[in-house]
């Protein structure tokens, strides 16, 4: 089956404690991204990347890192977590140009 | 920067009724944009991508059109079904980045 996988599915950290979500795709998709959505402020992206070791910056990506050493893998690792990173997190891949597939989210609270 | 806008933010109708979704982007040199669905506490589920090229996009009881030289596009979701009840988004690219709206929150009444 087509999917996009996230892990964890809910997360609860305190601040500072450097915490990793993975994202992973089965579709070979070249274009993985990362979303956070908050009450009246809607999507932002965070990060996305156009293929292996191809990383750009998003609307919103301070105190997020990315990487991509593998075309399934697009972790999102959040180094000193903060508060204001509490949110609901998605992952998303698609060919360049084409549909995007969302994972199922993973909701973090930072305490 | 792309600014996606949608209206209305909310919208509640009877069963049966046809729908009419509205996004509006600032930026018209996109390739494509995409309507999603997405249900309380849950991820998005893409509905229709539209290219460039294309004026409309049509799914089941779904089309979707764009005109991109007024930067809008348009949701139509015909007879409308309780379990069309859920929030609406459309997102429109920027380059490689993608922004998306804050939705149509639908509510269909049996």
């Known amino acids: 089956e087509a999917q996009v996988t996230q892990n964890p599915r809910y997360l609860i950290t305190v601040t500072g404690k450097k915490l990793t979500v993975t994202c992973s795709q089965n579709?070979?998709?070249?274009?993985m991204s990362w979303y956070r959505q908050d009450p009246g402020l809607g999507l932002r992206q965070i990060y996305y990347?156009?293929?292996?070791?191809?990383?750009d910056k998003g609307d919103v990506p301070e105190g997020y890192k990315v990487s991509r050493k593998e075309k399934r893998n697009f972790p999102l690792i959040l180094e000193s977590p903060s508060p204001n990173q509490t949110s609901l997190y998605f992952c998303?891949?698609?060919?360049?140009?084409?549909?995007?597939?969302f994972g199922p989210g993973t909701r973090l609270t930072v305490l | 920067k792309q600014e996606v806008t949608q209206i209305p933010a909310a919208l509640s109708v009877p069963e049966g009724e046809n729908l009419v979704l509205n996004c509006s982007f600032t930026?018209?040199?996109?390739?494509?944009l995409q309507w999603f669905r997405q249900d309380p506490g849950k991820g998005l589920t893409s509905l229709l991508l539209i290219q460039s090229s294309q004026r409309e996009q049509t799914s089941g009881r779904l089309n979707a059109s764009l005109d991109k030289s007024s930067g809008r596009s348009t949701l139509y979701i015909a007879a409308s079904q309780p379990g069309d009840s859920a929030t609406y988004l459309c997102?429109?690219?920027?380059?490689?980045?993608?922004?998306f709206g804050a939705g149509t929150t639908v509510t269909v009444r049996a």
């Open positions: 579709m070979n998709h070249e274009y």
């Open positions: 990347s156009m293929n292996v070791e191809v990383t």
């Open positions: 997102a429109a690219p920027n380059d490689y980045k993608l922004s």
């Open positions: 998303a891949s698609s060919f360049p140009g084409d549909t995007q597939y």
């Open positions: 930026d018209s040199a996109i390739y494509n």
